[in-house]
């Protein structure tokens, strides 16, 4: 177990046991992207948006433009009245970038993820994901 650690603090990867839930790394990456939001069903909304910019940034480079604009066509096809896809496409980017450089070796893919208003303007995110997939 020693060794595991001091390989993990040596090359800085993170630890992605069971000590270290995905919500933890979710909150870490994007709260304050989901704090835009200003009811639970925004914050919902922004949530979804961070969890698959997560699962896009997951993808091998070559895979990932295609991805981004797959997922802003289907947001369009969705939501036909909104107006702000190419806002989304820029936010998407943004951290589809923070997640490669907050946690490059985590390569989980999120299979779902739910906000429950904890009190106030607090919130606790729960996350199902996979294990790590390889690049």
């Not at 933890?24 to 835009?36: F, G, P, Q, R, T």
């Not at 969705?78 to 702000?84: F, G, H, K, R």
Request: proline share 4%; glycine share 2%.
């Amino acid at each position: 177990m020693k060794k595991i650690k001091k390989r993990i603090k040596k090359k800085g990867i993170i630890n992605t046991s069971p000590a270290i839930r995905m919500s933890e790394l979710i909150v870490e990456y994007a709260s304050d992207y989901i704090s835009l939001g200003k009811t639970m069903e925004e914050r919902q909304s922004y949530l979804n948006s961070a969890c698959s910019a997560w699962n896009i940034a997951v993808l091998p480079d070559h895979l990932c433009e295609k991805a981004l604009r797959r997922s802003i066509e289907e947001y369009q096809r969705l939501n036909p009245w909104a107006d702000d896809a190419d806002n989304l496409m820029h936010d998407m980017r943004i951290l589809i970038q923070k997640k490669l450089q907050m946690f490059p070796h985590v390569n989980k893919v999120i299979m779902a993820a739910l906000i429950e208003p904890v009190s106030g303007t607090r919130f606790r995110i729960n996350v199902v994901s996979t294990d790590n997939v390889k690049k």
